[in-house]
């Protein structure tokens, strides 16, 4: 299946969490594209172009997202914001029920209610949700339960009321301007920078990573696809590789003598192994990932380079 890019052209597109790492360079695209792009966050954004405008909202406050939508008018709706913490800890039960689950359902009302989105919804989904007909009745964190139940409810959205609903099932991403210097790759990055040894896991997790560009492509095919229905969208390289291979490699690539940790910090229970189905997104959307491991990492590299080195 082919998708045009020129859809986007003149058309009005709200962003949430379009401060965040994928969503500022969502964001950025988009403008390239010539869209009328509306960035939500709870943050200002600094981001300046004469076709973007930033509007400072929590999404778990219904009123302000249904008035949002109302003033803005969107044609299509890319969900992004999140709290992103994969970690079993009870203290993000909370943040990712009202950040990602109440959010969702905030949005998905309001766009039912008022009509608008009827180019195309996009919701955030992750690898941690299980594939379509792979039955899993624990998630492995509070991040991944709200997830998927919010992939559930727009799902019911698409089936009962008729909204246009898609899932980019995301993989784990790097790239340039990771805003959670916490997150493996720039914490990595900074340490090796700055003539430290990265503390890491056993590094035996096999992960799915892709590249930020390319996830941005992805979800401008899933939105352009006129003829899909409700369905997730794996959005991955659909290769694995193992924490401890991804880290050496990082090493090798910035020909740096320093040596990671490994088993400096305990491994996560119940992460799921799980592989982007390529061939599948490309059927469905006609995407698949462009950018390969080492030039993304290049890139990243490059980048950060400039930020910190
Ligand atoms: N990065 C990855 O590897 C990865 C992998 C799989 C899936 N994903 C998904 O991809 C999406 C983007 O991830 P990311 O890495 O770009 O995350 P990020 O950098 O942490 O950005 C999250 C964004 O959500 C906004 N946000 C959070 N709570 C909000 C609220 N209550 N109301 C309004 N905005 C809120 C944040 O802005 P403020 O703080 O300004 O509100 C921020 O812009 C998320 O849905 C994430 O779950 C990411």
Redesign the pocket.
Known sequence: MAYSLDTFRDSVVAV?????????HLVERLCGLDAEVHG????ETRFQHQKFHGLQ????DYPAVKGAIETIRPDYVF??????MGSPDLIHVLPTF???LE?SVNLLTACAETGYGRGRIVL????VEPPPGEIETVPSCP?AAA?WASSSYARMFHALYGLPTCIAR?????GPA???ES?LVPYVLRSLLSGHAPKITSGQRMIDWVYVADVVEGFLAIAAAKEGNCESVDLGSGELIATQDLVLRIVKLMQTSEQPKFGALPDRPLEPIRTADVERSFQQTGWRPRVSLDQGMRETIAYYRGVWG
Request: glycine fraction near 12%; avoid cysteine.
């Open positions: 949430t969490g379009a401060t965040g790492f994928i969503g500022t939500i966050g709870r943050s909202l929590d999404l778990s969900h992004l914001a999140s709290h992103v009202h950040a990602n959010s955030t989904g992750s690898l991040y997830k995301v993989f784990m991403v790097y990771q805003r959670d997150k």
